[in-house]
């Protein structure tokens, strides 16, 4: 019998849910190619570590972009790869239930059908990856009632309402973890003249980076390259400092947070403000955001306990939801 997968295909990382084992792959959505063959090199984990440092015949890189596929080919060979890790087989073809940005056009639904079947899927469901966010952060997405679910991922930002099983109402933005390292790699580059990598301004982000709260002197050491002398450079920068672009985003979050309860009906409203609002996503880490988002909503915030992990696990939890409305559709099997 062929096995059931639950994908979080994301910009930034790949997870991979198994039935009754839980979370088995998490690893980075990065491949690594000869840039004059196009031929695949290394994936994961081994990519991402080459990231900024390839010579001109390798070229690293996330075949995926704001949540959606924008290398089919690439796609494929990576998602192929790691989904050998975890089927050791070549005859056993699981069935894989896969997430899709809320707001996909049909054209980028059927391309993520696609890339997961060559990868070796027998059959492929889809689910919306706000529904699998609220599921597996433990949300009784069946009951009459509202809840709003935020998923920061890496390349979009996307939030909800859901009730009996479906979702209201939704709104997704392209400001999320990639989109705050950018920020800080901008802000270095104009506050300090500095050139930074996007894997130190990661660094930069989960060590000192916050969103909201009061004054913080910690500071850090970095390294870069000086924009005038061109030369190796280190210099140390404070939390406070860094706020600064990071508030800058996490603002952006806010205002698609307060656009969606909006266009919630009022009876939904009421609810949230009794439920609160869930945090799903490496984003919902990042420290002071629930804090900002309460002082700009006066809506109770909740981090979920897995946060990085609850698309995956809703994904795969998925199917045993029959009140899930627009969960488990079965798009297409491998003939």
Same mark, same amino acid.
């Given at each position: 019998?062929?096995? #059931?997968?639950?994908?979080?295909?994301?910009? $930034?990382?790949?997870?991979?849910?198994?039935?009754?084992?839980?979370?088995? *792959?998490?690893?980075?959505?990065?491949? +690594?190619?000869?840039? $004059? $063959?196009?031929?695949?090199?290394?994936?994961?984990?081994? +990519?991402?570590?080459?990231?900024?440092?390839?010579?001109?015949?390798?070229?690293?890189?996330?075949?995926? /972009?704001?949540?959606?596929?924008?290398? *089919?080919?690439?796609? =494929?060979?990576?998602?192929?790869?790691?989904?050998?890790?975890? =089927?050791?087989?070549?005859? %056993?073809?699981?069935? =894989? %239930?896969?997430?899709?940005?809320?707001?996909?056009?049909?054209?980028?639904? !059927?391309?993520?059908?696609?890339?997961?079947?060559?990868?070796?899927?027998?059959?492929? #469901?889809? %689910?919306?990856?706000?529904?699998?966010?609220?599921?597996?952060?433990?949300?009784?997405?069946?009951?009459?009632?509202?809840?709003?679910?935020?998923?920061?991922?890496?390349?979009?930002?996307?939030?909800?309402?859901?009730?009996?099983?479906?979702?209201? $109402?939704?709104?997704?933005?392209?400001?999320?973890?990639?989109?705050?390292?950018?920020?800080?790699?901008?802000?270095?580059? /104009? /506050?300090?003249?500095?050139?930074?990598?996007?894997?130190?301004?990661?660094?930069?982000?989960?060590?000192?980076?916050?969103?909201?709260?009061?004054?913080?002197?910690?500071?850090?050491?970095?390294?870069? !390259?000086?924009?005038?002398?061109?030369?190796?450079?280190?210099?140390?920068?404070?939390?406070?400092?860094?706020?600064?672009?990071?508030?800058? #985003?996490?603002?952006?979050?806010?205002?698609?947070? /307060? &656009?969606?309860?909006?266009?919630?009906?009022?009876?939904?409203?009421?609810?949230?403000?009794?439920?609160?609002?869930?945090?799903?996503?490496?984003? &919902?880490?990042?420290?002071?955001?629930? !804090?900002?988002?309460?002082?700009?909503?006066?809506?109770?915030?909740?981090?979920?306990?897995?946060?990085?992990?609850?698309?995956?696990?809703?994904?795969?939890?998925?199917?045993?939801?029959?009140?899930?409305? !627009? &969960?488990?559709?079965?798009?297409?099997?491998?003939?």
């Amino acid at each position: 019998m062929a096995r #059931c997968l639950g994908l979080d295909l994301g910009t $930034t990382s790949t997870l991979i849910y198994s039935e009754g084992q839980g979370i088995i *792959f998490n690893e980075p959505s990065v491949i +690594a190619i000869n840039s $004059t $063959t196009n031929a695949p090199l290394s994936f994961g984990n081994e +990519a991402r570590e080459m990231l900024g440092r390839t010579p001109e015949s390798i070229e690293a890189f996330s075949p995926l /972009k704001y949540g959606v596929i924008a290398s *089919f080919d690439m796609t =494929v060979a990576m998602l192929k790869n790691f989904i050998g890790k975890v =089927v050791k087989s070549s005859f %056993i073809k699981p069935k =894989v %239930i896969v997430t899709i940005p809320s707001k996909a056009t049909e054209v980028e639904k !059927r391309a993520v059908v696609d890339v997961v079947l060559k990868a070796g899927a027998k059959e492929v #469901c889809m %689910i919306e990856s706000l529904m699998a966010a609220a599921i597996g952060a433990g949300i009784e997405v069946s009951e009459p009632t509202g809840s709003m679910v935020v998923n920061i991922g890496g390349g979009i930002t996307e939030v909800a309402v859901i009730s009996l099983g479906g979702i209201v $109402t939704s709104n997704s933005i392209e400001t999320a973890g990639n989109e705050i390292d950018n920020a800080i790699v901008q802000y270095l580059k /104009k /506050k300090h003249n500095i050139m930074t990598g996007e894997r130190t301004a990661e660094e930069i982000k989960m060590t000192i980076g916050s969103a909201y709260g009061p004054k913080d002197a910690t500071t850090m050491e970095i390294k870069g !390259r000086d924009m005038v002398s061109g030369l190796p450079v280190i210099k140390r920068i404070s939390a406070d400092e860094v706020r600064t672009p990071i508030f800058e #985003c996490a603002n952006l979050i806010v205002d698609a947070i /307060k &656009a969606t309860l909006e266009q919630t009906p009022p009876e939904l409203s009421s609810d949230i403000m009794t439920n609160g609002i869930v945090l799903t996503g490496g984003g &919902a880490l990042l420290k002071g955001l629930g !804090r900002l988002i309460n002082a700009s909503t006066e809506i109770p915030v909740y981090i979920a306990e897995n946060p990085i992990e609850c698309v995956a696990i809703g994904a795969g939890s998925a199917l045993d939801i029959s009140a899930v409305k !627009r &969960a488990s559709m079965i798009t297409r099997k491998k003939r």
